[in-house]
């Protein structure tokens, strides 16, 4: 999720500079220069960039599901044909080849396991997991348990796909539930995982935040139906609500559709952890990840007012400035809401597995709170001096250098 936020990030930066490099080509059109000639092309390359990017992050959030669950309904009878027993032998094999501490043999399996059909998202974990492993010399024996783990995982699903098969129930939703189990991290397997390699690798007590982190896994898939259900539900009440309510329309219900989802996702994610053993403590450390959600929800309903009155506002500006205007607001609502997005993500990330990192706690969780917190003190200044456009402009620019200064790390990081 941290890369589709920097997705996002990217492609409003790119279509600003469409717009403002389509206005720097105006002025050389007017003249009938040949530099217009000459970076007129150019245009299509960003274009290119713009789309590809958009693209690629719709089909991560939307059409990436649709696929995965066409693929795994496509593929169900082959899995228990031959797949799962396939998967199967080779984790077995795997499990002997451990105990018989023959590094060499072990080698040559995991590249053939890493070959193998069916393979969920937690059995691709617990294999580069041990890959890692064996790369740096460390003590596989914990691994063991791990893989009797996933082996008893994969014979269960076998078992209830052979029973959804034979049985020929209709369950509602069973291929979405199935493919989302195959694919995704929070699926109760790969959570399962985690907590089961927290429990073996930590040579400590595990505590809460390490816990927490893989159940707000969960809350990806809860904020995009909570979003889906706000979005119908707000569709259905509009016409309704520009008869009865005579001014700021947009607003009103802009900031409905968001304070909406924001509540049922929490309260989803919230009924999901009172189901847990350990619910009175996960609910107390929740509480910072929905803060960060309440705080999002507030940015954006902030940034649609400045929007509306930029629209709104009569200005004695040409159209062009105009739209700059408009566009740069559309950025700061972006950017600032994306930098609360990514500390969400990054706390969600960076918990999760036992080993911390303090330079991705620095890059992703206290310098972008920083940046939060110092673009809204200025913000709150800036109220008493009626929206001064420089310090807006000094917002953009604090908010531009961080983001770059992520693009710069992101190579390095690797995360």
Avoid at 200 to 212: A, D, G, Q, V, Y
Wanted: charged share 15%; aromatic share 16%.
């Amino acid at each position: 999720m941290r890369s589709i936020t920097k997705k996002i990030v990217t492609t409003m930066f790119l279509l600003v500079l469409y717009f403002i490099y389509s206005a720097f080509l105006k002025e050389f059109q007017e003249k009938n220069s040949v530099l217009f000639s000459l970076f007129d092309p150019f245009k299509l390359i960003i274009l290119a960039f713009i789309f590809s990017i958009i693209v690629s992050t719709f089909n991560s959030i939307f059409l990436g599901w649709i696929k995965k669950i066409n693929a795994y309904q496509k593929n169900r009878n082959s899995f228990l044909l031959i797949y799962f027993d396939e998967t199967i032998a080779g984790l077995k094999k795997t499990q002997i080849l451990l105990k018989s501490k023959n590094t060499q043999e072990l080698k040559s399996q995991l590249s053939l396991v890493n070959k193998l059909t069916y393979k969920p998202i937690f059995m691709k974990v617990l294999i580069e997991d041990l890959i890692n492993a064996i790369i740096c010399e460390k003590d596989l024996s914990d691994f063991d348990a791990l893989i009797e783990n996933c082996i008893e995982q994969i014979e269960g699903i076998k078992v209830s796909e052979q029973n959804h098969l034979i049985t020929n129930k209709r369950e509602a939703f069973f291929d979405v539930r199935k493919s989302y189990e195959y694919n995704s991290q929070g699926s109760k397997f790969y959570i399962d995982y985690y907590q089961k390699k927290q429990d073996i690798l930590s040579k400590n007590r595990r505590n809460e935040w390490n816990l927490l982190s893989l159940q707000m896994l969960r809350i990806y898939p809860i904020i995009i139906y909570s979003v889906l259900i706000s979005l119908l539900a707000c569709i259905l009440i509009t016409p309704l609500a520009v008869f009865v309510i005579k001014g700021n329309t947009f607003i009103i219900i802009a900031a409905t559709f968001v304070s909406f989802s924001t509540c049922l996702a929490v309260i989803w994610h919230s009924i999901y952890l009172f189901k847990d053993p350990n619910s009175r403590v996960l609910i107390k450390r929740a509480m910072l990840f929905y803060l960060v959600l309440i705080i999002m929800a507030i940015n954006l309903i902030w940034c649609f007012v400045n929007i509306q009155n930029t629209l709104t506002v009569q200005t004695t500006e040409n159209g062009q400035q105009e739209l700059f205007n408009f566009l740069f607001e559309i950025l700061y609502c972006v950017l600032s809401t994306a930098l609360m997005a990514y500390v969400f993500t990054t706390l969600i990330e960076l918990f999760r597995d036992v080993y911390f990192n303090k330079i991705i706690l620095w890059e992703g969780i206290i310098v972008p709170s920083i940046v939060f917190f110092v673009i809204s003190i200025i913000n709150i200044l800036n109220l008493s001096l009626k929206n001064s456009q420089f310090y807006f402009s000094i917002n953009l620019w604090i908010m531009s250098l961080y983001w770059i200064g992520v693009w710069m790390m992101t190579p390095i990081l690797k995360f």
